[in-house]
């Protein structure tokens, strides 16, 4: 049965973050980076309301096999792994190694690069307030991996963005981010996709499409006269 919160879908989740983004009164300039390919609608609608530039972070989650759904860690673009501390007891017994599981996700983080970044030059966050956003963290894993991620890419502040999280994610997230903005911490929260009633797989056409509106944007960087966005 859907919660009562339930949002329409990702767009209309991303227009009700960006209200709570806003409060956070960030230091400018700003860039907004979604996690694909889930957190780039979500993000689009963020970009939109803070007049900010639009762009990407790969990540890619790693599932345990023969359980996909449950991370044991993930990865980000600028060779970024993170490795939940009780992978280890998880894999217990299994033929396939974190790092060879691993070795096999950055085939397709890399070709998620390519497909949403093709021709552009590497993220230079220096100096930026960057927004993470995704369409919601379970586990957290994937975002920490952001985190760190936009860190070693010289981001000055680290804010993360998303309509929902488990509160194990919160405070994993919360202990890497200098601001989170999250609109709903449920008690138990069983899957992302419940608190959606529309969540529908986005592909890769739509990702671009979003990142290509997105990019147009030219990033505000005099702040008004009270300061923030």
């Known amino acids: 049965m859907l919660d009562s919160r339930v949002f329409p879908d990702r767009s209309a989740a991303g227009r009700e973050l960006a209200g709570a983004v806003l409060k956070l009164r960030l230091r400018l300039p700003v860039l907004v980076l979604g996690l694909p390919r889930g957190g780039v609608p979500v993000a689009y609608e963020v970009a939109r309301a803070l007049h900010a530039p639009l762009d990407v972070l790969v990540v890619r ?109 919160v405070a994993l997230v919360g202990a890497e981010a200098d601001q989170l903005a999250i609109l709903e911490i449920p008690a138990f929260l069983l899957s992302i996709g419940a608190w959606y009633a529309n969540f529908e797989q986005i592909e890769d056409a739509e990702v671009c499409t979003l990142l290509e509106r997105g990019r147009r944007t030219e990033p505000v960087t005099v702040p008004p006269s009270k300061g923030g966005v």
């Open 61 to 169: 989650k790693i599932g345990m096999p023969g359980q996909p759904e449950l991370a044991i860690g993930a990865i980000a673009s600028g060779d970024v792994i993170v490795r939940e501390a009780d992978s280890a007891s998880f894999m217990a017994g299994l033929d396939m190694p974190f790092e060879q599981i691993a070795k096999r996700e950055r085939v397709e983080l890399e070709r998620r690069e390519q497909a949403y970044r093709a021709g552009l030059p590497p993220l230079d966050l220096r100096g930026r307030t960057v927004v993470l956003v995704d369409d919601g963290l379970a586990t957290g894993a994937t975002m920490v991996a952001a985190v760190r991620a936009a860190r070693k890419a010289g981001a000055a502040s680290v804010v993360v963005a998303a309509p929902v999280a488990s509160d194990s994610a």
